[in-house]
C-alpha cells in the first residue's frame, strides 16, 4: 500500500494527494516483488499487515496541524509559503487515505493471530 514516502511526499507537496492511492499501490507491488525475487515466499497477508499498520505513525500530525492552524508554513526547501486552504486539503486526504489503512490493519490482524483491537 505505501511505505513512509508516499504519505511523506503529499505531506510536503510534492504529489498531488489525489495521485496517493495510485502510487501506494505501486510501492505496494513493488514492494512484494522484491520481496519474491530474493526468495521470500511467506504470507502476504502479513506484509499487507505490516505496511497497513504503518499508517498509526501519522497520527501525531492531526494534532499538530490543529496547533499551528494559525502560523504560516513554509514550503519544503524555504522557497516560498504554503496556502492554508492547500496544506489542509492534502493532508486531510492523505490522512483519510491512512485511516483506511488502519482499518485495513484491523480487519487483517485477527486472521493472522493477532487479537483483534478493541472497539472505540
Do not use: N
Amino acid at each position: 500500500m505505501w511505505d513512509s514516502g508516499v504519505p511523506d511526499s503529499v505531506f510536503d507537496l510534492f504529489v498531488p494527494a489525489a495521485r496517493l492511492p495510485e502510487y501506494a499501490a505501486r510501492a505496494y507491488e513493488a514492494y512484494l516483488h522484491g520481496l519474491r525475487e530474493s526468495g521470500w515466499r511467506g504470507d502476504e497477508r502479513a506484509v499487507r499487515l505490516a505496511v497497513c499498520a504503518s499508517a498509526v505513525k501519522y497520527d501525531w500530525l492531526t494534532a499538530l496541524s490543529l496547533a499551528r492552524a494559525g502560523e504560516e508554513q513554509i514550503d519544503y526547501g524555504g522557497a516560498g509559503v504554503v496556502a492554508g486552504e492547500l496544506r489542509y486539503r492534502e493532508r486531510g486526504l492523505t490522512l483519510a487515505f491512512l485511516a483506511g489503512g488502519a482499518r485495513e490493519a484491523r480487519e487483517l490482524a485477527p486472521g493472522l493471530g493477532f487479537p483483534a483491537a478493541p472497539s472505540a
